[in-house]
């Protein structure tokens, strides 16, 4: 098992930014997806990020706005949110995908086999 640590959450206006940093115990995982989950609703995939070659993919609601990077050196995965929207408010979890379930199903929960504790997340002026 992998274990996941998240950090970087806190409160932010909205058009602000914030990055949340995703520290891995080892790297032997297939990828590292990041979900998040407002009250009362469902968790969803947010970003994926593969392992092999660093292929990223992300939901269409955060296109062009986060940005899922990998710093191999220090086992860690970032999400850099930039023009963050009230309706973004939630907990942000990262998890991890052990052995590629998650290819054809990058944002089924499912698919991951470890998650952390969860940060977060408000955008609120």
């Known amino acids: 098992q992998v274990q996941l640590v998240e950090s970087g959450g806190g409160l932010v206006q909205p058009g602000g930014s914030l990055r949340l940093s995703c520290a891995a115990s080892?790297?032997?995982?297939?990828?590292i997806a990041w979900f998040r989950q407002a009250p009362g609703k469902e968790r969803e995939g947010v970003s994926r990020i593969r392992s092999s070659d660093g292929n990223t993919y992300y939901a269409d609601s955060v296109k062009g706005r986060f940005t899922i990077s990998r710093d191999n050196a220090k086992n860690t995965v970032y999400l850099q949110m930039n023009s963050l929207k009230p309706e973004e408010t939630a907990v942000y979890y990262c998890a991890a995908d052990l052995y590629g379930r998650g290819t054809f199903a990058r944002f089924v929960t499912s698919s991951y086999d470890s998650w952390g504790q969860g940060t977060q997340v408000t955008v609120s002026s």
């Open positions: 080892t790297l032997d995982y297939r990828a």
